[in-house]
């Protein structure tokens, strides 16, 4: 048991570094908006990111590229991004074409991770595996504590709303970006 336990969790971790290897945290240096899309975009690499063992981007290097597809957000809280093709980056006083590379990547907004509410989120989902609709009775009380939706009763119904399956028949949210907001480019393919 033990053993399937370590084995699983390598292969997670292994599988996991491969995604990450291929994500790129960026600053927006123009303004975008999934309702009023642009062609052209710049972003900035935050990070020196290696891709696929051949493609470095040093931190501050400029990447300009085109927008290729506008996703718009969808039901189940799907939130607007949009395909972005990498033309040329600026590093060090050069421009460098990597448009005949035909790199694609997706934009899309910025979360920043907070450890205490993903591992209160787990142990909520924990025990809702073990009492069977446990997870909503918690989300109510967090809500009636919090009261961060006027009175603490409208509070509670509205964060047990929001934890319950039914949320997610809800838009998701559109990209407005705005310069110097950090977003994600995740890159999906290399020619």
Same mark, same amino acid.
């Given at each position: 048991?033990?053993?399937?336990?370590?084995?699983?969790?390598?292969?997670?971790?292994?599988?996991?570094? #491969?995604?990450?290897?291929?994500?790129?945290?960026?600053?927006?240096?123009?303004?975008?908006?999934?309702?009023?899309?642009?062609?052209?975009?710049?972003?900035?690499?935050?990070?020196?990111?290696?891709?696929?063992?051949?493609?470095?981007?040093?931190?501050?290097?400029?990447?300009?590229?085109?927008?290729?597809?506008?996703?718009?957000?969808?039901?189940?809280?799907?939130?607007?991004?949009?395909?972005?093709?990498?033309? #040329?980056?600026?590093?060090? &006083?050069?421009?460098?074409?990597? #448009?005949?590379?035909?790199?694609? &990547?997706?934009?899309?907004?910025?979360?920043?991770?907070?450890?205490?509410?993903? &591992?209160?989120?787990?142990?909520?989902?924990?025990?809702?595996?073990?009492?069977?609709?446990?997870?909503?009775?918690?989300?109510?009380?967090?809500?009636?504590?919090?009261?961060?939706?006027?009175?603490?009763?409208?509070? &509670?119904?509205?964060?047990?709303?929001?934890?319950?399956?039914? #949320?997610?028949?809800?838009?998701?949210?559109?990209?407005?970006?705005?310069?110097?907001?950090?977003?994600?480019?995740?890159?999906?393919?290399?020619?």
């Amino acid at each position: 048991m033990k053993k399937n336990f370590l084995t699983s969790a390598l292969i997670i971790l292994l599988a996991a570094s #491969s995604v990450m290897a291929k994500t790129l945290k960026v600053t927006a240096l123009e303004d975008f908006s999934t309702d009023n899309p642009s062609t052209e975009f710049k972003i900035k690499v935050n990070d020196t990111q290696e891709f696929f063992g051949e493609l470095l981007f040093p931190q501050d290097t400029v990447i300009s590229g085109s927008v290729i597809e506008v996703h718009q957000p969808k039901r189940g809280k799907r939130n607007g991004f949009f395909e972005f093709q990498l033309n #040329s980056y600026y590093c060090g &006083g050069d421009v460098i074409d990597i #448009s005949a590379a035909r790199i694609e &990547g997706i934009v899309v907004g910025y979360k920043p991770i907070n450890p205490k509410a993903v &591992g209160f989120y787990v142990a909520k989902k924990a025990t809702n595996f073990i009492f069977k609709g446990a997870s909503l009775g918690i989300a109510f009380v967090e809500g009636v504590a919090t009261a961060q939706e006027g009175t603490r009763i409208k509070s &509670g119904f509205i964060n047990m709303y929001k934890d319950s399956p039914f #949320s997610y028949l809800e838009k998701g949210a559109d990209l407005n970006v705005e310069t110097g907001d950090i977003l994600v480019l995740k890159i999906k393919k290399l020619h």
